[in-house]
Each structure stands twice: as structure tokens, then as C-alpha cells.
């Protein structure tokens, strides 16, 4: 475990507990030093090299780009004082060192990314919806650290595996919303709707997995959660809790090994209304239709059985009050359109999408200037806007 400097970004195991706090800080002061003119100077500084060079980053979409993901990182980018461009193109999986030529061209990931490097990009955003070969990034990034390719792959979300981008948005929301509840290992959260393909929520539950708490799977019978990834979860659950406790806690090992204190539960439940007065946080995910292979009769049946998870009126009236519903967006019929108005203050999809702004320039810090310390040149700007208040009152 361990996301450090140039490194990469594949899946949000890679993340551990300290990082991720050190994300969410950024992130939060990065959004107050954004209302001032001087504090977005220093955001500046955190794409910069020793040598006032700017970190050069490409946004790789091949196919249904997101316009949340992508243009969010090309702004957080900038915003940081890098320089970044944008390409959509499609390209050929790279496995076991052999490309398969169904790309134009024929070309491979691996192609692609190391002529980014020779076009002298630092850091490459992948996204790719169609992949199904699990590892696909992870492999990629292996064989830069193999030869040393100087480039950090992210990614912006793979197949129907992972986007770890998106968990660091969804978790922010949540930590900002339930804060004593997460940190607490208390939060019931519910998964409400495609657990089985939501890359979404595969990587939310590694995020998680660092704090423990009641996760409740709310989905038809036919569309569950992969069993293979619910395992890695549970083991980094584990991992995770020891690390977050490191070097003094109140759990011993055995109470985290063989007790499972710390531990994240989980509960399939197929009736949303089951459980509506327990759940803290509510996910939403839209059908992910485009990542199924069903025929079409079977993929319209497994549509309308979809329409039960959806924040309908009795669900709305029967969670709790103070209880927090999130969606990765775009939404479809699980979510009604007047629910965009803001007409529900527990609904927060759209801070989600702030979030996910403020995120991406925490991970970068993290990433390329972690030793910068964003706060010092925060507290020195407000001296300085202090003492030229007072003068010009003078």
C-alpha cells in the first residue's frame, strides 16, 4: 500500500489511510485559497519543479470520455500551474508484452504512453471503458517502473473495475457530511442500484475499507457484488485498519485479525425500504448498460427490475432527516430530474462534482510536490493581507 511521489494511480488500493487524509486537508484548503488572489499563487507552486518548471500532463480518453473526470482533471491540472492537453483516440490492450492489433494502427497503451514521455508529458490520465482484462493499468505502469519510464499513469477509470478518481470525490463528500460517523467506523452506507458493474462503487469500498462501518448492497438478485473484489477488500480492510493505527492504537492486531474490530460489514439487502431509516449515506449508480453483454430482451427485463432502486418519493420521505444521498452522475432514471434543483438539501451529486475538482489537486500535490507545504504559504498570505489592511486603514 502506498500512493507516493511519481508514482502511480491505478486503483484506490493504492492509497493508504495517511495519504488519503493528507488528500482531503489539501483539498479543503485548497478550495478556501482559491476566494483569494494571492492563495491561488500558491496552488501554482504545486506543478512546479525545483527549476519553476511546469509538469506537463495528457488526458488520454479513448472512447465516451467523461466530462466530470476529464475536464476536471484538466482544470486541476492547470489550476496547480502544470500544463495540460487533451486526446481521444482509440488504442489495442498491451498484455504479456504482445499488443493485440485491434486499434488503429494497431498500436498499443504502451505505445501511446511511452511516446507521451518522448513528447516530454510527466503524468497521463487514462481512461478506457471498454476494457475487460483486469490489470490492464496496473501492468502498464509495472513495465514504466521496469524500464524506468519517467511518467505517472492515473487513471480516470477502467472497464468495469475501478475508478479511483471518483472515490476520492465520493469520500470526500461523505467525510465532509459524516465526518465523527466515518472516522468512527460507524457510518451505515448503502450501495443503492448496479453493484455487480459500477466501477464506482468497486473502488468506494476500498476507500472505505480504511475506516470500517455497515455497508449495505442494495441490488436485484441477478446483479451482486463481485465476490473476487469483495475479497481484496476485506484483506485491505484488515491491512488498512492496522496501518490507520500505527504506532499506537486501540485495536490490537488480534482484535482487527481475529475479532474483526475495525472491520467493514457488509449486508445484501434486495428492498431498499428495508433499511431506509438506517442508512447515513446513500450511493446511487445508474444501470451501467454499456458495460453489459446481454442481449437486448434481456437487457430491457434487467432495466425494469432496475427501477426499484431509484429515489422515489416513499424512499425520500422514509430515510432519515439528516441522512446524505451522493451519485457519481450522469444519473438516469434512478434519479428524477427535479432532484437537480436542489429542491432536497440531503441530495449532494453536485458537491460531488466540486469535490471531485478539489481532490485531484490534493492527489497532485501528493503526488509531485509533497514536501510543499500548502498551509505555510497560506498563513503567510494572510499575515500579509492583515498588514496591508491595516496600513491602508493607517
Given at each position: 500500500?502506498?500512493?507516493?511521489?511519481?508514482?502511480?494511480?491505478?486503483?484506490?488500493?493504492?492509497?493508504?489511510?495517511?495519504?488519503?487524509?493528507?488528500?482531503?486537508?489539501?483539498?479543503?484548503l485548497a478550495?478556501?485559497?482559491?476566494?483569494?488572489?494571492?492563495?491561488?499563487?500558491?496552488?501554482?507552486?504545486?506543478?512546479?519543479?525545483?527549476?519553476?518548471?511546469?509538469?506537463?500532463?495528457?488526458?488520454?480518453?479513448?472512447?465516451d470520455?467523461?466530462?466530470?473526470?476529464?475536464?476536471?482533471?484538466?482544470?486541476?491540472?492547470?489550476?496547480?500551474?502544470?500544463?495540460?492537453?487533451?486526446?481521444?483516440?482509440?488504442?489495442?490492450?498491451?498484455?504479456?508484452?504482445?499488443?493485440?492489433?485491434?486499434?488503429?494502427?494497431?498500436?498499443?497503451?504502451?505505445?501511446?504512453?511511452?511516446?507521451?514521455?518522448?513528447?516530454?508529458?510527466?503524468?497521463?490520465?487514462?481512461?478506457?471503458?471498454?476494457?475487460?482484462?483486469?490489470?490492464t493499468?496496473?501492468?502498464?505502469?509495472?513495465?514504466?517502473?521496469?524500464?524506468?519510464l519517467?511518467?505517472?499513469?492515473?487513471?480516470?477509470?477502467?472497464?468495469?473495475?475501478?475508478?479511483?478518481?471518483?472515490m476520492?470525490?465520493?469520500?470526500a463528500?461523505?467525510?465532509?457530511?459524516?465526518?465523527?460517523?466515518?472516522?468512527?467506523?460507524?457510518?451505515?452506507?448503502?450501495?443503492?442500484?448496479?453493484?455487480?458493474?459500477?466501477?464506482?462503487?468497486?473502488?468506494?469500498?476500498f476507500?472505505?475499507?480504511?475506516?470500517?462501518?455497515?455497508?449495505?448492497?442494495?441490488?436485484p438478485?441477478?446483479?451482486?457484488f463481485?465476490?473476487k473484489?469483495?475479497?481484496?477488500?476485506?484483506?485491505?480492510?484488515?491491512?488498512?485498519?492496522?496501518?490507520?493505527?500505527?504506532?499506537?492504537?486501540?485495536?490490537?492486531?488480534?482484535?482487527?485479525?481475529?475479532?474483526?474490530?475495525g472491520?467493514?460489514?457488509?449486508?445484501?439487502v434486495?428492498?431498499?425500504?428495508?433499511?431506509?431509516?438506517?442508512i447515513?449515506?446513500?450511493?446511487?449508480?445508474?444501470?451501467?448498460?454499456?458495460?453489459?453483454?446481454?442481449?437486448?430482451?434481456?437487457?430491457?427485463?434487467?432495466?425494469k427490475?432496475?427501477?426499484?432502486?431509484?429515489?422515489?418519493?416513499?424512499?425520500?420521505?422514509?430515510?432519515?432527516?439528516?441522512?446524505?444521498?451522493?451519485?457519481?452522475?450522469?444519473?438516469?432514471?434512478?434519479?428524477?430530474?427535479?432532484?437537480?434543483l436542489?429542491?432536497?438539501?440531503?441530495?449532494?451529486?453536485?458537491?460531488?462534482?466540486?469535490?471531485?475538482?478539489?481532490?485531484?489537486?490534493?492527489?497532485?500535490?501528493?503526488?509531485?510536490?509533497?514536501?510543499?507545504?500548502?498551509?505555510?504559504?497560506?498563513?503567510?498570505?494572510?499575515?500579509?493581507?492583515k498588514?496591508?489592511a491595516?496600513?491602508?486603514?493607517?
Amino acid at each position: 500500500m502506498g500512493f507516493y511521489l511519481g508514482k502511480h494511480l491505478v486503483s484506490a488500493e493504492d492509497f493508504d489511510y495517511w495519504t488519503l487524509e493528507e488528500i482531503f486537508k489539501t483539498a479543503e484548503l485548497a478550495e478556501v485559497m482559491t476566494g483569494d488572489r494571492y492563495g491561488r499563487e500558491g496552488i501554482t507552486q504545486i506543478l512546479r519543479d525545483e527549476t519553476a518548471k511546469p509538469q506537463k500532463a495528457l488526458i488520454y480518453t479513448p472512447n465516451d470520455p467523461s466530462l466530470r473526470t476529464a475536464i476536471g482533471s484538466l482544470n486541476a491540472v492547470r489550476m496547480c500551474g502544470g500544463m495540460a492537453d487533451t486526446y481521444q483516440g482509440l488504442f489495442s490492450p498491451f498484455s504479456k508484452k504482445v499488443a493485440n492489433p485491434s486499434g488503429p494502427k494497431g498500436e498499443s497503451l504502451f505505445s501511446i504512453v511511452r511516446t507521451a514521455v518522448i513528447l516530454g508529458y510527466d503524468i497521463i490520465f487514462i481512461r478506457n471503458d471498454q476494457i475487460r482484462e483486469e490489470n490492464t493499468f496496473r501492468n502498464i505502469a509495472d513495465l514504466c517502473e521496469q524500464i524506468k519510464l519517467p511518467i505517472s499513469i492515473i487513471s480516470m477509470g477502467e472497464g468495469d473495475i475501478e475508478h479511483p478518481l471518483q472515490m476520492l470525490a465520493d469520500l470526500a463528500t461523505i467525510r465532509e457530511a459524516k465526518k465523527q460517523e466515518l472516522l468512527n467506523g460507524t457510518l451505515n452506507i448503502a450501495f443503492v442500484g448496479d453493484v455487480e458493474d459500477s466501477r464506482t462503487f468497486h473502488s468506494l469500498a476500498f476507500g472505505l475499507a480504511h475506516y470500517g462501518g455497515n455497508l449495505y448492497l442494495l441490488s436485484p438478485p441477478n446483479n451482486v457484488f463481485p465476490e473476487k473484489i469483495w475479497e481484496r477488500v476485506a484483506s485491505f480492510n484488515q491491512k488498512a485498519i492496522l496501518q490507520k493505527g500505527y504506532p499506537r492504537s486501540t485495536l490490537l492486531p488480534h482484535d482487527v485479525l481475529q475479532e474483526g474490530k475495525g472491520g467493514l460489514k457488509r449486508c445484501c439487502v434486495r428492498d431498499p425500504m428495508e433499511v431506509a431509516g438506517e442508512i447515513d449515506v446513500w450511493v446511487f449508480s445508474r444501470f451501467q448498460k454499456n458495460l453489459k453483454d446481454l442481449d437486448k430482451k434481456t437487457l430491457a427485463l434487467r432495466e425494469k427490475e432496475y427501477q426499484l432502486y431509484s429515489a422515489n418519493d416513499a424512499l425520500r420521505q422514509t430515510m432519515k432527516k439528516d441522512a446524505i444521498v451522493i451519485h457519481p452522475l450522469p444519473h438516469g432514471i434512478e434519479f428524477p430530474d427535479e432532484l437537480d434543483l436542489d429542491i432536497d438539501p440531503r441530495f449532494r451529486h453536485w458537491r460531488g462534482v466540486e469535490k471531485g475538482l478539489w481532490t485531484k489537486i490534493g492527489l497532485l500535490k501528493e503526488c509531485f510536490n509533497k514536501n510543499y507545504s500548502l498551509l505555510a504559504f497560506w498563513n503567510q498570505v494572510r499575515h500579509k493581507s492583515k498588514a496591508e489592511a491595516f496600513s491602508r486603514v493607517k
